[in-house]
């Protein structure tokens, strides 16, 4: 069918909220799909890159799959593109803060999945 009948009776993943000293909110997805799995753990392992190119692109993956939500002094930042975007201009005090929580994060939701 078209357009209005996508994700009807469609069942929306758990989410997580991760907050900062400064109050920001990361809301993270509390499901991964196999196959995004499989592509984490090849970005993860890329023979083709360096180490460090590979974990940091590892890193990106996870923010793109799992990040929802990202509120910024109450200013929420929604949709991939967007989330993206403003994860690639992220201080370098921000990015360590994702990762630490993208880290925690899928060592209690996905214990299977191997962290950056």
Same mark, same amino acid.
């Given at each position: 069918?078209?357009? !209005?009948? !996508?994700?009807?009776?469609?069942?929306?993943?758990?989410?997580?909220?991760?907050?900062?000293a400064?109050?920001?909110?990361?809301?993270?997805?509390?499901?991964?799909?196999?196959?995004? !799995?499989?592509?984490?753990?090849?970005?993860?392992?890329?023979?083709?890159?360096?180490?460090?190119d590979?974990?940091?692109?590892?890193?990106?993956?996870?923010?793109?799959?799992?990040?929802? !939500?990202?509120?910024?002094?109450?200013?929420?930042?929604?949709?991939?593109?967007?989330?993206?975007?403003?994860?690639?201009?992220?201080?370098?005090?921000?990015k360590?803060?994702?990762?630490?929580?993208?880290r925690?994060?899928?060592?209690?939701?996905?214990?299977?999945?191997?962290?950056?």
């Amino acid at each position: 069918m078209g357009k !209005r009948n !996508r994700g009807v009776g469609r069942i929306s993943a758990p989410t997580t909220d991760y907050r900062d000293a400064d109050g920001n909110v990361l809301t993270l997805r509390g499901s991964m799909s196999a196959l995004t !799995r499989r592509k984490y753990a090849s970005t993860l392992h890329d023979q083709r890159r360096t180490t460090d190119d590979s974990w940091h692109r590892a890193v990106e993956f996870l923010f793109e799959r799992l990040v929802e !939500r990202w509120t910024i002094f109450d200013v929420p930042t929604e949709g991939q593109k967007e989330l993206l975007e403003r994860y690639r201009i992220a201080s370098a005090e921000e990015k360590r803060w994702i990762r630490d929580v993208l880290r925690e994060h899928i060592e209690t939701n996905f214990p299977d999945v191997e962290a950056p």
